[in-house]
């Protein structure tokens, strides 16, 4: 297929197949596009443009925008363990989870957050007013809130829960922890 390799021996035979699939140029690499053509968000849509982009930033180790098969299986279980914590919380089976799912979720995971936060938080990953977010949307905002957990963490030296920030260190943070 792509020539044998050590790497892709040690590669489970599922995700082997499901590269195949994703891979449709046969490069070796898939991009946030080919990606996103296979991933559904149990909504009948795709994952979104932000998901993909996030997740191939995430375990592209060259930073060429694209994965290979090692980095492929990464993801994979990424993908299936945040699928497993969603599918956890979404209680009714819905396909999407509601303010009291993310509350808990976010509560399991170590954050207190306010019901009015929790509320914000939907509204700002549901970009269709459904009042619940998809599984994409909960890898984004999970991803994003770990993101600002670190950087806030660092500079929390005495670890009090407040500090004070500069506008450009609140800049950096800011870009660096966006998608």
């Known amino acids: 297929m792509y020539g044998s390799t050590a790497v892709e021996s040690q590669v489970n035979p599922d995700v082997q197949r499901w590269f195949s ?3 449709r140029d046969g490069s070796g690499r898939i991009t946030a596009t080919e990606l996103q053509s296979v991933l559904a ?18 375990f592209d180790k060259e930073k060429s925008g694209t994965i290979n098969i090692s980095e492929f299986q990464a993801l994979f279980n990424y993908v299936n363990a945040w699928l497993g914590v969603f599918r956890g919380f979404d209680h009714d089976n819905s396909g999407s989870i509601q303010e009291n799912e993310l509350s808990a979720a976010l509560t399991q995971m170590g954050y207190k957050l306010s019901p009015e936060f929790i509320q914000f938080l939907i509204k700002k990953s549901d970009l269709h007013g459904h009042q619940s977010i998809t599984v994409d949307q909960f890898i984004v905002l999970c991803v994003q809130i770990q993101r600002f957990t670190e950087a806030f963490r660092a500079r929390d030296t005495d670890q009090i829960g407040s500090i004070t920030i500069g506008f450009e260190d609140f800049l950096g943070v800011a870009l660096n922890c966006s998608i």
Do not use: E, H, P, R
Not at 41 to 58: E, P, R, V, W, Y
């Open 21 to 23: 699939t994703v891979d």
């Open 41 to 58: 968000n149990g909504q009948g849509g795709t994952f979104s443009d932000t998901a993909c982009k996030l997740m191939i930033g995430m």
